[in-house]
């Protein structure tokens, strides 16, 4: 899992995030039979939807932030739940997660508390906590626009029939498109789109802290 926190940026930039500049202080893996069931049973609808190779080669480890909410809430109880998220998203109401996990670590998605296990919420807290998800995404549909509202209701359509998931950006975490090349160190990323909550499976809970200079 903290392979993935270090993950390199396509463009060769240096990610505003990474074990360079901060320090994982545990990961834990996530056990919930219920959630793996589902998953597990999506993944044999998608083999014989896209075929066994395609479903395989297009599954993706992203990092997701819960917010506010903690995210043992979400690895114990349901899951990602698509009604939870929000329909002013970029691609509409589904299952958000990134590729980079500077993206997730913007301070409108991860979750911080002030003790390392998470137990107290803490807007300043100094640990952050991020879930690492396996994603089913079948075959994406890959863009770089934005579809909301009116324009993104004739995109829906082919969810489910020609699509089953959306690979959207890069973008920044609150604006569209990426950052400039001037930035030197960015949070923008490739970010994944689900529709169903059996499409994404929790499996790790990385906590971390900002590194003292």
């Known amino acids: 899992a903290s392979a993935f926190f270090d993950r390199q940026r396509p463009d060769g930039r240096t990610p505003l995030i990474s074990r360079g500049t901060h320090?994982?202080?545990?990961?834990?893996?996530?056990?919930?039979?219920?959630l793996l069931s589902r998953f597990e049973a999506e993944r044999k609808i998608l083999h014989r939807k896209r075929g066994k190779d395609t479903a395989e080669l297009t599954c993706v480890y992203a990092?997701?932030?819960?917010?506010?909410?903690?995210?043992?809430?979400?690895?114990?109880?349901?899951?990602?739940?698509?009604?939870?998220?929000?329909?002013?998203?970029?691609?509409?109401?589904?299952?958000?997660?990134?590729?980079?996990?500077?993206?997730?670590?913007?301070?409108?998605?991860?979750?911080?508390?002030?003790?390392?296990?998470?137990?107290?919420?803490?807007?300043?807290?100094?640990?952050?906590?991020?879930?690492?998800?396996?994603?089913?995404?079948?075959?994406?549909?890959?863009t770089t626009e934005v579809w909301q509202g009116a324009g993104f209701g004739a995109v829906q359509g082919k969810l489910g029939e020609e699509f089953d998931s959306v690979e959207g950006g890069p973008h920044r975490?609150?604006?569209?498109?990426?950052?400039?090349?001037?930035?030197?160190?960015?949070?923008?990323?490739?970010?994944?789109?689900?529709?169903?909550?059996?499409?994404?499976?929790?499996?790790?809970i990385v906590t971390y802290t900002r590194n003292v200079s």
């Not at 320090?23 to 219920?34: E, G, M």
């Not at 609150?174 to 689900?194: C, E, F, K, M, Q």
């Open 63 to 142: 990092w997701h932030g819960s917010g506010t909410t903690q995210p043992d809430n979400i690895a114990a109880g349901s899951g990602l739940m698509t009604q939870f998220g929000s329909e002013q998203g970029f691609y509409g109401q589904g299952n958000y997660s990134a590729h980079q996990a500077s993206y997730s670590h913007h301070e409108r998605y991860v979750y911080r508390s002030s003790d390392a296990e998470g137990d107290h919420r803490d807007a300043g807290g100094q640990y952050f906590h991020l879930l690492l998800v396996n994603v089913l995404r079948g075959n994406p549909l890959k």
């Open 173 to 204: 975490p609150t604006l569209s498109g990426p950052y400039t090349a001037r930035a030197r160190g960015s949070d923008d990323s490739v970010i994944y789109v689900t529709y169903h909550a059996s499409q994404c499976l929790p499996e790790f």
């Open 23 to 34: 320090t994982v202080v545990k990961i834990r893996r996530v056990q919930n039979r219920s």
